[in-house]
């Protein structure tokens, strides 16, 4: 079993919808919850960093983190083509650990007009 | 400046060349990473510096090694490499040391190599 689990997609919606990306992970040591956005050949954008459980807002986007269930989401409202794109999620432990981000494998997301 | 520069952007060499991939960030950070992506997989850690020190290495070959010339700079040296190392190589900083609390990395776009 992967420490963390997340479904590649990909995701088709139609523009306006409301998105819900998901990850599972199995390491109750992670405290530290991130989703990046990775458009085709280029770097990873960080979007969201939540630490520990909870909802963190930021415009469209919405992260929560529900660690006794070891599940977190990213929903994104009003969808854009422009979101269109591949959403990792990666997470890590608190203190040490090197910064040894642990990448969900990426869901494909794409916002259809 | 929120941004990591990484030059080139495409690489294509072959495997008895030797090339550099460059880093730069000029956001203060003190903490510079190498990841190697490849298609549909996500990224993955090969090194750490920390205050220009190599703090983690991922048991990288040593056809890969990297230098940290200073706070701002980082390569990765490139030599006789194999096609399998074909991959987008990004380079990300975070302002604090791996061991930090605040320690949110910031990806440049990524250097394409292609090892024929």
């Known amino acids: 079993q992967k420490e963390v689990e997340q479904d590649p997609g990909p995701l088709s919606v139609p523009e306006g919808a409301i998105v819900s990306l998901n990850c599972t992970y199995s390491n109750s040591a992670f405290q530290y919850f991130m989703w990046y956005r990775q458009y085709s050949r280029k770097g990873p954008e960080l979007l969201m960093y939540t630490y520990s459980s909870g909802n963190k807002e930021d415009g469209r986007f919405t992260a929560q983190v529900d660690k006794s269930s070891k599940y977190i989401s990213l929903f994104i409202r009003d969808s854009q083509p422009s979101d269109s794109a591949t959403y990792l999620c990666?997470?890590?432990?608190?203190?040490?650990?090197?910064?040894?981000?642990?990448f969900g494998t990426g869901t494909q997301l794409k916002v259809e007009l | 400046d929120t941004e990591v520069t990484q030059t080139p952007k495409h690489l294509v060499m072959g495997m008895t060349n030797k090339k550099s991939l460059k880093c730069e960030q000029h956001m203060g950070h003190r903490a510079m990473y190498w990841y190697k992506q490849k298609a549909k997989k996500p990224p993955e850690l090969m090194f750490v510096?920390?205050?220009?020190?190599?703090?983690i290495n991922e048991s990288v070959p040593s056809r890969f090694s990297p230098e940290c010339p200073n706070s701002s700079l980082l390569n990765l040296h490139l030599h006789a490499l194999q096609p399998e190392d074909s991959a987008l190589y990004l380079c990300a900083s975070s302002q604090e040391p791996p061991t930090g609390s605040n320690e949110k990395l910031f990806f440049g776009s990524g250097t394409q190599l292609s090892v024929l």
């Open positions: 990666a997470m890590r432990v608190l203190g040490g650990g090197g910064n040894k981000l642990t």
């Open positions: 510096y920390s205050y220009e020190k190599l703090s």
